[in-house]
């Protein structure tokens, strides 16, 4: 039994398939036409794998690169002869998206044209994100993928405004569709829900926006010289980049 024991421990301990994972990495980078390099990858498929300074470039303007990363696999998918990944998680990530429109690219289309997610859990903890019209950073987070959605929450700041925010995507042939979501903002509460992609068109309420704080978020609202709160209900319709808000 105590070899047993010990025998159990030195494999928990091992490195195995790590050079596997990186060239599975590398072939995944090169499948979007991108470049995945990591610095390091440890590791076995029992208790998973832990990739260390990985980045990422993309041609559909995603840059990405992460102090960490762990890969849990699903063990009992392994049983099967089948290897996929039952959870992520990552810390220390930044992630500059220069076309939102296009992320969808970075994902296969299954029968008919439908985005097809994996079946998968993903953390994070310290993420910085750059877009074109807002950045932001989340201190916390959790996604849930299936086929067909994914369940979301986070919390994090935008502009030094501390945030919460939870919600439900769908994924249809033609469109991603916001099922819902509820953002917090100190006393401000958003409610949105309608298409994200190809184009939005979202309608939702607003509750409780300050209109000082709203100069944090939008500094071109400094110029109106408006105090107090504003509550209301909203469209927002067009393009990603430039749609019309009402």
């Given amino acids: 039994v105590a070899v047993l024991a010990i025998g159990f421990i030195v494999l928990l301990n091992s490195n195995i398939g790590s050079e596997q994972v990186a060239k599975e990495l590398e072939s995944a980078g090169q499948a979007i036409n991108g470049e995945i390099t990591v610095s390091s990858v440890r590791g076995n498929p029992i208790v998973g794998y832990s990739i260390e300074g990985l980045s990422l470039t993309s041609p559909v303007g ?12 699903d063990l009992s998918g392994l049983l099967k002869g089948k290897v996929a990944l039952s959870s ?6 930044a992630v500059d998206i220069k076309d939102p429109a296009r992320l969808k690219e970075l994902f296969p289309a299954g029968p008919g044209g439908k985005l097809v997610l994996p079946e ?3 953390n994070v903890s310290d993420i910085a994100v750059t877009m074109p019209q807002v950045s932001f950073a989340v201190s916390q987070g959790k996604a849930n993928l299936s086929p ?3 369940d979301f929450s986070f919390k994090g700041k935008v502009s030094d405004i501390e945030v919460e925010e939870e919600g439900r995507i769908r994924i249809d042939k033609d469109a991603i569709v916001l099922e819902k979501d ?6 401000t509460v958003l409610v949105a829900s309608g298409k994200v992609y190809p184009e939005l068109d979202l309608s939702g309420k607003l509750e409780g926006l300050d209109l000082v704080k709203l100069a944090d978020l939008w500094p071109a609202s400094q110029k109106l010289g408006v105090e107090g709160k504003l509550s209301g209900a909203f469209t927002a319709r067009g393009p990603l980049g430039a749609p019309s808000v009402e």
Avoid: W, Y
């Avoid at 995603?62 to 696999?73: Q, R, T, Y």
């Avoid at 992520?88 to 990530?93: P, Q």
């Fill in 62 to 73: 995603l840059g990405l690169s992460a102090e960490k990363i762990d890969l849990n696999l």
């Fill in 88 to 93: 992520v998680g990552l810390k220390g990530m």
């Fill in 120 to 122: 998968l859990e993903i």
């Fill in 148 to 150: 067909s959605a994914v």
């Fill in 182 to 187: 509820t953002v917090r903002m100190g006393e």
